[in-house]
């Protein structure tokens, strides 16, 4: 933020010393002159800076947060951080055996490894696909209110459907255990 600047009228300055400077005494001058004087003073400006014709508030000493007031030396090592209690070494030969694992098992199978990449990467364009469709669907006027109206409705029917009474809980746990046998 910019520091605000005062004006301070006071005599050889300003819009009076302007007039006083410019050797008019006409009522114009006297006006001014007038005016300057009724003018308010600056809240910021301290009182001991009156008669200077532009002033601005004496800047903030700077906080420096963190810093230890002794100086720090960084010629020193840091302690090493660690985690509560023991850490555990780490055996390199391993981890070695068990990258080589991996990668003799994306050897072997690369059909397997290629349609996990295939079926990730599908699900990303999807999904960006679905996006741009429900944002440009958000746009059109009433459609958002609407969808959620017919969602609300369909909520509401499967609920008193198949979630009221306890024999259509069971005719809805039957269906869905014949769709996930049927599935397998």
């Not at 090493?80 to 055996?97: H, K, S």
């Amino acid at each position: 933020m910019a520091p605000a600047l005062c004006f301070t009228p006071s005599a050889g300055t300003g819009l009076r010393g302007a007039a006083a400077l410019a050797g008019s005494s006409s009522a114009a001058a006297r006006r001014v002159a007038r005016r300057a004087d009724a003018a308010p003073r600056c809240a910021l400006e301290e009182p001991t800076t009156r008669g200077a014709s532009v002033s601005s508030p004496k800047a903030p000493e700077p906080v420096v947060l963190g810093v230890p007031p002794e100086a720090v030396s960084y010629s020193e090592p840091a302690a090493p951080l660690t985690a509560p209690g023991d850490i555990p070494e780490m055996d390199t030969a391993q981890l070695v055996a068990k990258a080589k694992a991996v990668a003799d098992d994306v050897a072997a199978r690369p059909g397997y490894y290629s349609s996990i990449a295939g079926v990730t990467g599908g699900g990303l364009v999807a999904f960006v696909v679905a996006s741009a469709v429900v944002s440009a669907l958000d746009k059109i006027p009433v459609l958002p209110s609407a969808l959620e109206l017919i969602g609300l409705a369909y909520t509401s029917w499967f609920v008193y459907r198949f979630l009221l009474q306890e024999e259509t809980r069971e005719e809805l746990k039957e269906e869905v255990q014949d769709f996930l046998g049927k599935s397998r």
